[in-house]
């Protein structure tokens, strides 16, 4: 007898080893899946923000060019440079010198602006050293007719506009401190067909590049390159002009990293990973004239962050919790099996439950089923031989393996009670109010469990029919505006609790919906509406909020979504609306981001929707707080806190919505 319960503690204690080698083995496949999954999200998230800064920084530096390009030509033409060059009195010197300061003022990107005359003498000339505006005097002023860059200035003729390839600035022969890059862009000054000097502006390059740049970060790093692989500007100054210093000629690109230079020169635009680190470039396409502001623009950022190690050190924290959970769990089990008692249960007890009106299901200390009523037997849809000596998971009880061992927990100290879910032999759901008796011998130890419960089946199908009437539009089968409410509430709180979070609030109205009504019928209005509810729900995210908030006015909430974004999204949507054969009108709508207050953002939704009104529907518009227009509505709607910007107020200029 001895060498039997020996024999069967061995075979148990196999049977949990080998549970626990299988699970164990089961959770080291998932957290390599897990740790895969968040590498791959870090590089697809360091894929998406580098595609974007390149589209920004190009299209900045494009404006920003163009801009330069701009001022010259009105400097070199304007009324101030004609009067200094025919007459250069005192008063025209300090007009033309004006006109210089508010240029180097109101745009950082320029460090110098003088004007030269014909035999290369500075005659104006006026400074930004970091910030610090200085107008030189006339006693400093140089001669420069012996630089090359005047050199190439006199080889130019009227009206064109001529560049100096990137270089180190000197003043009076020597290195500016700190040392600045420029590009110098000059145009020679006509008067009556004659030369009378040269307009010379000098770009620096640094904060150009901060110019172009959307965010600050001290992970991503931009770089200028020219044609041959030299760093003409960057976030890190040691980097920039190694080509010029002898001692720095390691920061050539096509040196460093040969095979990023030699990808780079095979394709215009592309992205490579090296070591730890993310490339990402394109080809900045400038004209010729501005081409030697650099012909590459490259980003790069680390493949790791702070964040990342976070989420892989919470995944193998979490493992190895896991993993003691389930040791612990099987030694329990083990436990129970050697305590195992055959004492036979009181049978009063089980008389005086099973004459209760309630469900009863009695089980052995490992949860299988010994003994059940008819009432169970109705509810579950197995008959009494199907259950008995079956474990509850047969009864497929909606309870995970943490929420088990919690009740098995619980219920070594006190009795449990709770709701449970659970799907019946015929696949249909129930939902039943449980309570779990622990039946104890002499010596404390779990003999039996006695489950009683009451079927809420009704009353839970009840509940949930009552909170979607409450929350969706009977109409559309839509969120409605309580519910649209308490969502814009929720998304809110996202905004201002992470501050990199982007969301955005479109509204979107039928255009001339009363005319529908009034021409076709209420029911043909109703078709329409119930048309675009289904267009919106087929076309959007399953994670965007779709709401009907009013008559003919539908809202959208768009969580991770940039104004931009939203804007494309509308747009796409109107064009869609406009081309359809089902939906015979058109829609306006307005758009706003989701931020510090989830009112106000409604507000500026729904004026940016009066906006593409008022300028003759079937558009779009994103509220704009620099817009005049925008800021005179939300001054007339703003002290009224209003929910909804048009609620009970009439803002001039009318329009037929």
Sequence with gaps: MHNTLRNKNIRVFKLIFSTVLFFAISLSLYVFSQYQRITSDQLTRINDSHKQRLAFSSQRLSDVIEEVDDIIKKISTSPQIELFSQTPSSRNRTALENMFYFIVKNENVYSHIRYLDASGIELIRVNNKQNNIERIPASQLEDKSKRPYFQ????????????????????????????????????????????????????????????????????????????????????????????????????????????????????????????????????????????????????????????????????????????????????????????????????????????????????????????????????????????????????????????????????????????????NKSGSEYALMVRIQVLRNSFSSVKKYVVTFTDITQRKQLEETLRNQSESDPLTGLWNRRKFDDELTKLNIFTKRYSNYQACLGIIDIDFFKKINDQYGHDVGDVALKNLASFLTSQCRETDIIARIGGEEFAILMPHTSLEQAEAVLNRLKQMIANSELMQFTVSGGISKVQDDATLAFKHADIALYTAKAAGRNQIQAFDANSLEHSKKLAVIAPLNLKHANDDVSIKQPVNL
């Excluded at 000629?249 to 460093?256: C, S």
């Excluded at 896991?322 to 099987?330: A, E, N, P, S, Y």
């Excluded at 305590?339 to 249960?345: F, L, P, T």
């Excluded at 169970?376 to 309870?399: C, H, P, W």
Aim: aromatic content about 8%; charged content about 15%; overall charge negative.
């Design 152 to 423: 190439h200035a006199q080889a130019l003729k009227q009206g064109e506009i001529g560049t100096w390839p990137v270089d180190i600035e000197t003043e009076n022969g020597q290195l500016m401190k700190p040392i600045q890059t420029s590009l110098r862009i000059i145009m020679p000054v006509y008067h009556l067909n004659a030369r009378q000097g040269y307009i010379v502006i000098n770009l620096s390059v640094n904060n150009i590049l901060n110019a172009i740049e959307e965010m600050q970060s001290d992970t991503f790093i931009t770089r200028f390159i020219d044609e041959n692989g030299n760093l003409l500007a960057s976030d890190k100054p040691s980097e920039v002009l190694g080509h010029l210093f002898s001692t720095d000629e390691q920061h050539n690109l096509a040196n460093d990293f040969a095979v990023l230079w030699q990808q780079i020169l095979s394709s215009d635009e592309g992205r490579l990973t090296i070591d730890s680190m993310v490339y990402s470039y394109t080809e900045l396409g400038l004209s010729a004239v501005y081409a030697p502001l650099g012909k590459y623009i490259l980003i790069s950022s680390p493949t790791s962050s702070a964040y990342v190690t976070e989420q892989k050190q919470n995944l193998l924290t979490k493992a190895i919790l896991l993993l003691l959970l389930l040791l612990g769990f099987c030694s329990y089990l083990f436990k129970i099996y050697n305590s195992h008692e055959n004492n036979q249960m009181n049978q009063q007890l089980m008389e005086a439950a099973f004459n209760g009106i309630a469900g009863v299901i009695i089980t052995d200390k490992r949860f299988k089923l010994v003994k059940t009523n008819q009432v169970f037997v109705r509810v579950s849809g197995f008959t009494a031989n199907e259950l008995i000596g079956e474990s509850l998971a047969k009864l497929n009880l909606k309870f995970s393996q943490t929420e088990m061992v919690a009740i098995q927990r619980h219920l070594q100290a006190d009795n449990w009670q709770g709701e449970v879910m659970g799907t």
